[in-house]
């Protein structure tokens, strides 16, 4: 007991030789807990009769026994057992936290176990949460330096084996529910097997744990490793199958839950969905159809929603005692001899009653997703409901697409959930599908990492130290595709170099627990001025829909969601609703139930917010804005939607025709989710998810600029990578477009820089730079008499006549040069008008007139905007009254869109569909000295507050291009 006196500083102990086993005696006789030196308290003792009961604690000696002798140990044994509470406590008093220079922790693949797991474990040790026990889930710590038995998901502890690779601070780590076999819990495999026979071959115990009995697969991969079984506590369990399968399989739960309720046993429910929408929109319909039967009817009974994102006070809930149950009197005439009957009065109808108790059941009806299966325990559980489906998530690599799709379980998960029904007594379990589709089940469900995007596991491996990702030990290897698309996508964000290695950036993405897109949206904040806006929309992005929308009330929600909605922007939409959450701080649960919004998933949202902001403050990459964006709301949308673009650049969708779009590189035909606000529909969108369905959505848009997207990844939106279409035909007139004011930016800047210019000058205005064309006057020319000069000037020497002969010959050369250019030009603008026109398909009503150089802003705020590029006149205008004096004095201000000497280089004379398209290869070639993937990146670093002196509409870089 005194070794454990000082233990808090133990961070500062050295020692030289191995340390010793500290038993610690918690039934000790004098009644003194070892750890706080306070006596016990009843519910130690009460908890303490119910722990003696569970089946594990019979194979305590023989898993000690066993954890001395091995490495590694394989644990299995049904839900229920008591594994998962009792292993960590039989450790710790074995001594394995060395007298408090250690730690013992135990992984869970979901946040709500680990929570609660924690919980009752410190409630059976009698310590404080947070102190002696604690977990550790993503954005949120309950952990401290007394802390000895940690639990936290697997997720966590592999990223704190980013920054302490060894794991140096745990004497034992157990690994919980290995069957479900996440992403991290596979990477953790690999991982602590490569420490197990190296760095930590001395010091380090692991404890694989499992409630199935497939446990070969793992003996093999830790070479052999002793495998301990646990019987679990389980009463019969009966099967009823459907005879025919269920189209409506919510209709069918429901139906199925009311027949129990109203005629089964006592016993509480358990229905398994699919996710948090379906299992709010079943709880609100279960409802609904139970209230139709009266009090005396239907009973006591609690409707109770658990799924991962509810608060923890909501999930609390499940574990509690059931309603109580009612008992109805009811009065009963019967007949008698002699006495009695319908028709008695008086003393007979006394006589001919009976008096007839019914009890209805009180009972609790659970709707949760598959975190149920074994994750947690919850008492009471008779009756099991199992429609056979569950939510995965899916990454097609060919596709790019990453989906969640409602998918059939495997025969092991059906099992699991038919095991609930069997922890107290004799359960029924209802299969909500046919017995010839349970045998055509997989047995086991597909491991995550064979499904799933790696970009931000790859990442984190990649902190972790592990270079060689291929020929890492996976216990199930992920196809070599999966890796390259993964590696490409950090690339591509600039996560990792040319070699595969981390670059700067690469090690700021794997600091914040989130997909790669929104952590390099978050970094690129402070560059845009806009961190507070960017942290809400990512913290509305890494929580569940936040709109409540009831059946009854449908009207009412879509009205009340219409406040917030951004034409232009769902994202807008999000920051919108949070920041009017934000501002009522007093009466936020009212707020969201009048405003139809989930107070449970802003809750979250608050605290995930909070999260990323401290984060985002330790990597000093948080500042506050310079900009007052309350009187600047359209420089807030577009430093915002650039900012956007930054992460998910690669999620683009470049219009069809209406409402029809087609991913960028993969052409796969979109629309946008009916569930988005946008009022219109651009040429470009950016999207946040893709989701599969009967159709292909993309939800949570944003309209951009097609410009940000050569301007802020040129080498993702290298033309010569994409395919010929129209999405290829509209990047390369976008790359055209950027080649003609590169090639006269210089130009323009020399002019602005002449106070005095006979053609106009540049003024600013409006934060932009507008050139002001002067009106040109004609000069009224003298009437020539040459027969007046001839017969006056006969004195004139011959030279003169030969100079005056030759600039006449220069003059008319000067004429038809400048009739070539306006030809030139001609040709140019009619070949730009049938692109356009090509590309927009007479949709888009845009408006960008390109009389003015500095009126060529492709900005989304300007909606009703027209690329009239058909009328000559436009170009003409500004450039006819110029081209002789220009061209005289170099200026070249010629506005032509072909330089006359390479004017076939740069346009192709193909027909596609009766329309002309560029040729790529021949205009990066040309003479203008113009390549996409150097200049493009020149303008990377825009001035975004629009205070360069430069902007022309366009906002170049602060780099002055040569």
């Not at 790859?458 to 196809?479: Q, T, V």
């Not at 449970?600 to 909070?610: E, Y």
Request: glycine share 4%.
């Amino acid at each position: 007991m005194n070794e454990f006196q000082n233990y808090p500083k133990r961070s500062i102990l050295i020692s030289l030789t191995k340390p010793k086993l500290v038993k610690l005696e918690f039934n000790n006789q004098f009644g003194f807990h070892p750890l706080t030196n306070q006596p016990y308290s009843e519910q130690y003792y009460e908890l303490l009769k119910t722990r003696e009961k569970l089946p594990i604690t019979a194979t305590k000696e023989n898993f000690l026994k066993l954890l001395e002798d091995n490495q590694v140990i394989i644990l299995t044994g049904e839900t229920g057992s008591g594994k998962t509470t009792q292993i960590p406590q039989f450790i710790l008093e074995a001594g394995y936290s060395y007298g408090g220079r250690k730690k013992i922790c135990c992984t869970q693949p979901r946040r709500v176990a680990a929570l609660s797991v924690a919980t009752r474990v410190s409630q059976e040790m009698d310590v404080e949460l947070g102190n002696e026990v604690g977990y550790t889930i993503r954005f949120e710590d309950k952990s401290s330096q007394r802390t000895l038995v940690k639990y936290l998901t697997d997720g966590m502890l592999l990223r704190e084996a980013m920054t302490d690779n060894n794991l140096s601070k745990y004497s034992v780590i157990i690994i919980d529910e290995a069957h479900e076999r996440t992403i991290s819990t596979d990477i953790l495999f690999g991982l602590l097997k490569q420490l197990l026979s190296t760095t930590r071959k001395d010091d380090l115990k692991v404890i694989i744990m499992s409630a199935t009995i497939e446990h070969k697969l793992f003996q093999e991969y830790f070479n052999n490793a002793p495998h301990l079984d646990v019987s679990g506590r389980v009463y019969p369990v009966d099967i009823f199958y459907l005879e025919e399968p269920e189209e409506d399989y919510i209709a069918g739960s429901i139906k199925t839950c009311i027949q129990i309720h109203l005629s089964e046993p006592k016993g509480d429910i358990l229905l398994f969905l699919t996710g948090q929408d379906e299992i709010e929109d079943c709880c609100e319909k279960l409802n609904s159809r139970l209230s139709q039967y009266s009090p005396n009817e239907r009973g006591n009974y609690k409707i109770i929603p658990l799924y991962a994102a509810l608060p923890y006070s909501e999930q609390r809930k499940a574990f509690l005692p059931s309603p109580n149950d009612k008992i109805i009197k009811k009065k009963i005439k019967i007949k008698k001899d002699g006495k009695g009957g319908e028709g008695a009065e008086g003393e007979g109808a006394e006589e001919g009653e009976e008096i007839i108790e019914t009890t209805l059941y009180g009972r609790k009806i659970i709707i949760a997703t598959n975190i149920a299966e074994t994750s947690l325990t919850i008492e009471g559980i008779v009756y099991v409901i199992d429609p056979g489906l569950s939510k995965q998530k899916v990454f097609n690599p060919k596709k790019r697409v990453e989906s969640l799709l409602v998918s059939p379980i495997s025969s092991a998960s059906a099992n699991q959930r038919k095991g609930r029904a069997g922890r107290t007594r004799r359960g029924k379990c209802f299969r909500l599908y046919t017995e010839k589709t349970f045998k055509k089940l997989e047995k086991q469900t597909t491991p995550e990492l064979l499904r799933s995007n790696l970009g931000n596991v790859l990442l984190n491996m990649k902190k972790m130290g592990i270079k060689d990702l291929l020929h890492f030990d996976y216990l199930s290897p992920p196809s070599i595709e999966l890796l390259i698309r993964a590696l490409e996508v950090n690339h591509y964000l600039g996560g990792l170099d040319e070699n595969g290695e981390l670059t700067e950036l690469g090690h700021q993405i794997a600091a914040f627990p989130l997909d790669p897109q929104l952590s390099k949206m978050l970094i690129m904040s402070k560059h845009y001025k806009c961190c507070d806006e960017i942290l809400s929309i990512a913290a509305m992005l890494a929580v569940s829909n936040c709109f409540v929308r009831p059946k009854k009330n449908q009207n009412l929600a879509d009205q009340a969601k219409a406040r917030f909605e951004d034409p232009q922007s769902d994202h807008l939409t999000l920051l919108n609703v949070y920041k009017e959450y934000d501002r009522n701080k007093k009466n936020r649960n009212s707020w969201c139930r009048n405003n139809f919004i989930n107070y449970r998933t802003m809750l979250q949202a608050d605290n995930v917010r909070n999260q990323l902001f401290q984060i985002l403050n330790r990597l000093n990459l948080y500042s506050l804005s310079d900009i007052d964006y309350a009187k600047n709301k359209t420089l807030l949308k577009l430093n915002f939607k650039k900012c956007l673009v930054e992460g998910f650049f690669m999620q683009i969708a470049h219009q069809l025709d209406n409402k029809n779009y087609s991913t960028v590189k993969d052409k796969q035909h979109v629309v946008i989710h009916p569930s988005s606000g946008l009022a219109l529909f651009t040429e470009w969108i950016l999207f946040n998810e893709f989701v599969l369905t009967d159709r292909n959505y993309i939800r949570t848009c944003t309209l951009i600029d097609g410009q940000w997207l050569v301007q802020i990844a040129p080498h993702y939106y290298n033309v010569t990578t994409f395919r010929k279409g129209r999405t290829r035909s509209a990047i390369e007139l976008i790359f055209l477009k950027r080649s003609f004011f590169m090639k006269n930016l210089k130009n323009i800047q020399s002019l602005q820089n002449k106070k005095k210019n006979r053609f106009g000058s540049f003024e600013k205005k409006n934060e932009q730079f507008v050139f002001t064309e002067k009106p040109i006057k004609k000069k009224q020319k003298k009437k020539k008499n040459h027969r007046h000069r001839r017969s006056h000037h006969h004195h004139h020497k011959s030279n003169k006549n030969n100079n005056r002969d030759i600039h006449n010959v220069h003059k008319r050369k000067k004429l038809n040069d400048s009739t070539n250019d306006k030809q030139n030009n001609q040709v140019g603008i009619n070949q730009a008008n049938n692109e356009t026109k090509f590309l927009n398909n007479n949709n888009n009503n845009s408006n960008s007139n390109m009389n003015n150089p500095n009126n060529m802003n492709m900005n989304m705020e300007n909606t009703n905007t027209n690329m009239n590029m058909n009328n000559p006149n436009n170009m003409n205008n500004m450039n006819m009254n110029r081209n002789m004096n220009m061209n005289n004095r170099n200026r070249n201000m010629n506005m032509n869109m072909n330089n006359r000497n390479n004017n076939n280089n740069l346009i192709q004379n193909q027909n596609f569909n009766n329309n002309q398209i560029y040729d790529t290869n021949k205009i990066y070639n040309t003479n203008n000295n113009f390549n996409p993937m150097i200049n493009s990146q020149n303008l990377r670093n825009e001035n975004v507050n629009t205070n360069n002196p430069i902007q022309i509409n366009l906002i170049i870089g602060k780099k002055k291009m040569n």
